[in-house]
């Protein structure tokens, strides 16, 4: 059974830094598409920042670009994402996701929600001004 934990969430005020991590386990995928989305209380799920497990490309979306990274540590099977200069309207649930297929490179609409199959509990964050 597939199981995605995240982490690292809390407040923090603006301008601050934040560093979310994700531990998978019981997967069987062995390279696939991984990533991180938000919602904010009354909007949609959006996409923030994606990776291809097999060779460590990332994908981001406008949303939060040139304010964070994502990374990943194979040997834990772990998903960070580094998120700084946060801005109050970053405050949001953090969702860690991934895709069941083993891939060659994340799908084309990598930021949509309906390509990813596992999904983590969330974790809060929020940004005060």
């Known amino acids: 059974q597939v199981r995605l934990v995240e982490s690292g969430g809390g407040s923090v005020q603006t301008g601050g830094s934040l560093r979310l991590s994700c531990a998978a386990s019981g997967y069987t995928a062995s390279s696939n598409c991984m990533g991180w989305f938000r919602q904010a209380p009354g909007k949609e799920r959006e996409g923030v920042a994606f990776?291809?497990?097999?060779?460590?490309?990332?994908y981001y979306a406008d949303s939060m670009k040139g304010r964070v990274t994502i990374s990943q540590d194979n040997v834990k099977i772990t998903l960070y994402l580094q998120m700084n200069t946060l801005k109050p309207e970053d405050t949001a649930m953090y969702y860690c996701?991934?895709?069941?297929?083993?891939?060659?490179?994340?799908?084309?609409?990598?930021?949509?929600?309906?390509?990813?199959?596992?999904w983590g509990q969330g974790t809060q964050v929020t940004v005060s001004s």
């Open positions: 996701a991934a895709d069941r297929r083993s891939t060659d490179t994340c799908p084309l609409s990598w930021d949509s929600a309906s390509e990813y199959d596992y």
């Open positions: 990776i291809y497990t097999g060779d460590g490309s990332t």
